[in-house]
Structure formats: structure tokens, C-alpha cells
């Protein structure tokens, strides 16, 4: 990312993402930054680290690990995978907390 107002208006949205519980979701995550790490976060949902999605028991395919976090290095890219399991609003955000003060967070809305 670029300066700190074209960071701010990279979080920021009109509305949050909605989905249903039993949804599966696909996020598509780019750190854009030329020097910077990131760590994206998601409350209320994990994903695989090794891709696909947990089955009901909470089991990841390929003997991956559930996670619900993942750092990102400069100009990295990836794609999770999540199912939406739990109703609520839960928050994503960097996890280098200086970060989400300076708005790099949103929630995502999953109805019942």
C-alpha cells in the first residue's frame, strides 16, 4: 500500500461482507505493500493451511492445521478458504496492531 490515505481507504466499506452459517466463502488476500509484512486475522472462522475447507468436525484436508491467521510478506498473495460456522459479526484485521488503529480492520457478517 501506498500512503496512509490510500491504506485507510483500503479497509474502509460502505457495508461489511455478509453470509449465511453454512456458507463456504473464499477470501482473496494481497498484500500490496513493496515493503511491508502484514498479517491478516479473522475472528470466528478458521481456514487450512494447506487449503481447502475443515469438515463439520473441525478437521483440515491434506492433514493441514485450522487457522485463522496468516502473514503475508510484501507483494504476497494467497486464497483462503472458510466456512461460516458461527453467527455474528467478527472482525479481520492486520494483526500488527498498530495497523488497525490506523484502519486496516472491517467485520464480516454471517446471519443464522
Not at 488476500?29 to 470466528?44: E, K, M, R
Not at 485463522?68 to 510484501?74: A, F, R
Request: aromatic share 8%; hydrophobic share 35%; glycine share 12%.
Amino acid at each position: 500500500m501506498g500512503n496512509e490515505e490510500e491504506e485507510e481507504e483500503f479497509m474502509r466499506t460502505e457495508s461489511w461482507p455478509q453470509s449465511k452459517v453454512g456458507a463456504r466463502i473464499r477470501l482473496r488476500l494481497l498484500n500490496v505493500s513493496p515493503n511491508a509484512i502484514h498479517s491478516f486475522g479473522l475472528h470466528g472462522c478458521n481456514f487450512c493451511d494447506r487449503g481447502g475447507v475443515m469438515d463439520d468436525s473441525g478437521v483440515c484436508p491434506r492433514g493441514g492445521l485450522p487457522l485463522n491467521i496468516v502473514n503475508l510478506t510484501p507483494l504476497e498473495g494467497t486464497m483462503v478458504d472458510v466456512r461460516a460456522d458461527n453467527p455474528g459479526r467478527w472482525m479481520y484485521h492486520c494483526h500488527i496492531l498498530e495497523r488497525v488503529e490506523e484502519g486496516m480492520m472491517g467485520y464480516f457478517d454471517v446471519a443464522p
